[in-house]
């Protein structure tokens, strides 16, 4: 194992073969545009989705509210409905009563005799009674 140890000698050429400074300044001016370009791609494509998913939620609210607004409408008419009810039944009876009253007012005068006075109650009764119907009956008016 006598073999002698000597340094490889590659022969390299001293000057190298480079491209010339101005390509790739191109080549860099290009990679620089390229990446710009992608990058303004990318912000208009996040622009554009934005506003797709805001006129979405938009009309989805829109939608929303248009349902509850009809709910609530429903609610109100319904209400209003059941209000003019009891006020129609409460003014029924209170004409009964009236009607009942203006009867016995009526025997009460006929059968009175000159000692007591009672129809003058009877009579304050009623007119108490005929106000609070011409109220009711202002009251159903503006609800209708």
């Known amino acids: ?47 554009m989705y934005t506003d797709y998913l805001r006129q979405q939620i938009a009309a989805e609210i829109a939608q929303q509210t248009e349902v509850q607004l009809q709910a609530v409408q429903e609610d109100y008419q319904k209400q209003i409905g059941q209000l003019k009810e009891s006020v129609s039944a409460d003014l029924s009876k209170m004409q009964g009563k009236i009607d009942s009253l203006n009867e016995l007012l009526a025997f009460t005068k006929d059968s009175a005799n000159s000692k007591t006075d009672n129809s003058n109650q009877l009579y304050t009764q009623l007119n108490e ?16």
Request: hydrophobic share 45%; proline share 6%.
């Open 1 to 47: 194992m006598n073999t002698p140890i000597e340094p490889a000698v590659y022969e390299q050429p001293l000057v190298r073969n480079a491209k010339p400074m101005r390509g790739r300044k191109r080549i860099y001016l290009f990679l620089f545009m390229g990446w710009t370009l992608l990058i303004a791609m990318g912000v208009l494509g996040a622009k």
């Open 129 to 144: 009674v005929k106000k609070k119907l011409d109220e009711l009956k202002k009251n159903l008016d503006v609800l209708q």
